[in-house]
């Protein structure tokens, strides 16, 4: 792409949208460089701020008649390097998208702009005993846009499912710039549900119809102490076993601990080597009955020390360690892989100590955070990047995690998708038909290639071309409009 075509569309896009919604300075398009996977940077060749669906399918057709790639970003707290720009493409940001446009309680469901950040729309509802249920641990900042194209999950899909489960219709954007309605109601193919989770592939999400849930009656919290992580993990096994469905099992080893404890004062108890999180919601006659349950069930696992929250203040306190653990670690070591896959609950045991093991092969350390309850790991692969070599070695500790995770029947990422970061490991759990059969759904969106090329896909492939084994360079990477791994 040649900086003249890029030129020009810039003068095009400033005669559809706002003087300050265009961006091609230098420096202030270093703004955009990464999402919250810092490790890959791209400058953007041009920003954009729009304010409308028709600005965005007016900047999409104008990308399409010049066969321009563009990239859409919420917020850029992506883990995956989802939203990383194109230097030869538009990057097409929704912060200004940030309207709750409708609340419709009777029915149980909001439309809301792209942009809107996750928790907004909890506190929109809040007061007349509502609440959006899908929370990653980002929700303060996360758009509502990044959560559908990453399917987010959170401390409490456990029991209320990905957002995937939440989301009951869309405006899209096409990637030839047609504004498009989708519904779960539609007859036929789920398109819907192909565009959940689809990382920006398939288009752009201008506006989200999402499901609102009754805030439960009641709630418990409890937080209990381990000496190690394998008593924790033997009373997460026992608690499901019973039956029980907690709203949230959350657990952190006690590097972890160590590091929240640095970083937000978290005052977990002394000499935890792994603490266990759970919540139950519900009614308050079910809640109180499996309480004592899970309560019995960790002590008999071993459980040294249970608090209970009395208030909403002593819940906030007990989540406040889990939900600071990612940013916490920076306390603890200058620099750090935020890893994510995901392995069935019984293969926790296993899948921990191989991460153990290869603490000790690569003298790397590991702090782990997860959502035990569905086997969703965050180990946090430490590194010091002064120290030469360190870095590579953190990488490899952080892929050989994701082989354990394969070889234990799970997958390469739970909930913060694949980008540009995991696509390489693709292969490693599809064959090349399977991926051809993927490329397929993405081709019938966006035959041109155009929208978040690079991403997902280790090699990417032009639509009706012959599956198979590909011979030589790829025209896309030839050109120099997707990258190979
Ligand atoms: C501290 C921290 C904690 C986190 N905790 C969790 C967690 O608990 N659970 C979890 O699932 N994730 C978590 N994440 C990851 C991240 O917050 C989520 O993936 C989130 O959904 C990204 O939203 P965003 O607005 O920042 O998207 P971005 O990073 O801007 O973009 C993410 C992807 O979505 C695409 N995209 C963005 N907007 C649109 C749109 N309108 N239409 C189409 N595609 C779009 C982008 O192209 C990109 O591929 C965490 C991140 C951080 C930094």
Redesign the pocket.
Known sequence: MTDAVLTRLAGLFGELLPADAVITDPVRLRTYDC??LTYHRATPGIVVLPDTAEQIAAVVRLCDEYGVPF??????????????PRTDGVL???SR?RRILEIDLQNRRAVVE??V??LAITEAVRDQGYYYA??????Q???????????????H?LKYG??VNHILGLE??TPDGEIVELSADDPGYDLLGA?IG?????????K?TVRLSRMPEAVTTLLAAFTGIEAGGQAVSAIIAAGIVPAAIEMMDALAIEAAEAAVNCAYPQGAGAVLIVELDGPHAEVGHQFAEVERICRESGAFEIRVAASAEERAAIWKGR?????AVGRISPAYI?Q?GVVPRTALPEVLAGIDRLQEEYGIRVANVF?AGDGNL?PLVLFDDAVPGQGERAEAVSGRILDLCIEHGGSIT????V?VDKSRYMPKMFTEEDLDTMQLVRCAFDPRGL??PG?VFPTPRLCGEVPGVRKGVHPLVESGRAEQF
């Open positions: 999402d919250g990239v859409a970003r919420g917020s850029g707290t992506g883990l995956s390097g989802g939203a990383l097409i940001v929704t998208m792209p942009g950040t996750n899908p929370d990653p641990s980002s929700q900042i996360c758009s509502i846009g990044g959560n559908v194209a990453e399917n987010s999950g959170g401390a899909c990905f957002t899209i954007v565009f689809s990382e920006g592939t398939l288009g752009i999400a201008t989200i939900k600071s653990a990612f940013a935020v994510d959502h965050h739970g909930e913060h998708g980008g929208s978040n991403k």
